[in-house]
């Protein structure tokens, strides 16, 4: 007999779909799910931006800083001392802030207008309310002096390669005396003469005297000190065969370093502490301006007197000789608006410097 097999079927379910309640819960989900996701994406993106930005204002304050102290911890320094007397016997046509010595460093207030830069809006320009200072200083050592004809007003240096060129303001000093001038006539890594005469250049030379002291005594030979001689006094530096009797004393000449540092318009926007130098272009002078830091908003100054009872304002200072001290507050911002109210990152920082050549 055929035996046929057969299965038992089973019921099959009928075909479900997904019910409009279960479809929103679904949806509710995925969008806290979503919003949980980009919730955590901004707050991540806001928190890189923050700190990238914080990174960026603490290297442009330690840029800054770093850079403005170099050169006001050198100013009013040179090589033989701060207690000798001093002349300056450069023209000064009132713009050339550069050429004036005036104690080595001179500070202005928001609302005080620096020689040869004015406030303005234009790039470059100096940002109204904000501070600023000019220092000037030697260069380094200086280069000795072997022998000084002032009839001639001729300084012959104990080498040719002194690095001075016709145009640039030079400080020549002993342990008694020291005068600022122009040099008129020199030939770097060639000849050790340099001349300081009346008559050339720009600003140029009021006098061929070093002597005296200020205001200089502007006639053509004006008042005559021979450097190196024991007090100028050239009679003094007759040959001696015995060196125990020599009368020379150490002298030096070196050319001035003048920079200015203020806040001005940076050219891509916003404000940047600016550091201005001066630049002998064939014998001709020029200030050049340049950026240093950018996102440098604001920038107050405070001086400390020898001896003063604290920190005052440039418009509060009068004896810029005896500054020992200063006080640098900059405002600093960031890049990039960040967080809710759509601001930019901004920190005030201070810093203190001691200028070197006036510590006890």
Same mark, same amino acid.
């Given at each position: ?24 819960? *679904? ?35 330690? /840029? ?6 170099? &050169? ?28 004036? =010595? ?19 809006? /234009? ?28 009839? /001639? ?9 002194? &690095? ?84 020379? =004393? ?103 410097? *001691? ?6």
């Amino acid at each position: 007999m055929n035996m046929i097999a057969y299965r038992r079927r089973l019921p099959v379910a009928p075909a479900r779909g997904v019910t409009l309640v279960e479809l929103m819960v *679904s949806l509710v989900i995925g969008l806290l799910v979503t919003g949980a996701a980009l919730t955590l994406f901004v707050t991540n993106r806001q928190t890189y931006v923050a700190a990238e930005n914080l990174g960026r204002v603490q290297e442009h304050a330690r /840029s800054a800083f770093e850079l403005m102290a170099r &050169d006001l911890r050198e100013a009013a320094g040179n090589a033989c001392g701060n207690d000798v007397t001093q002349v300056n016997v450069v023209n000064d046509d009132g713009s050339a802030w550069y050429v004036n =010595w005036n104690a080595g460093l001179h500070g202005y207030d928001g609302a005080t207008v620096t020689p040869g830069l004015a406030f303005g809006t /234009s790039a470059g320009s100096r940002v109204a309310g904000t501070d600023a200072i000019d220092t000037r200083a030697f260069v380094d050592d200086g280069v000795q002096i072997v022998d000084h004809v002032a009839a /001639s007003a001729q300084f012959k240096l104990s080498t040719v390669n002194h &690095d001075l060129n016709d145009g640039d303001i030079a400080m020549a000093c002993d342990p008694a005396h020291a005068a600022i001038f122009q040099v008129t006539t020199a030939q770097p890594g060639i000849n050790d003469t340099v001349v300081h005469n009346k008559g050339t250049g720009t600003p140029g030379n009021c006098s061929k005297g070093l002597g005296g002291v200020d205001p200089a005594d502007c006639s053509t030979n004006g008042i005559a000190y021979t450097f190196g001689c024991l007090n100028g006094d050239k009679d003094t530096c007759a040959d001696d065969p015995d060196p125990k009797k020599s009368q020379r =004393w150490p002298a030096f000449v070196a050319k001035l370093q003048a920079a200015r540092w203020f806040i001005g318009n940076d050219p891509s926007g916003g404000h940047s502490l600016y550091r201005g130098t001066v630049h002998n272009k064939a014998g001709t002078l020029e200030v050049v301006n340049s950026p240093i830091t950018q996102g440098v908003d604001d920038m107050t100054l405070e001086y400390l007197v020898d001896k003063g009872d604290g920190y005052a304002a440039a418009s509060a200072t009068t004896d810029w000789r005896n500054i020992t001290a200063i006080r640098i507050t900059l405002l600093l911002s960031g890049q990039d608006r960040i967080g809710t109210d759509g601001q930019v990152l901004q920190r005030t920082l201070e810093h203190v410097v *001691s200028l070197r050549n006036r510590e006890p």
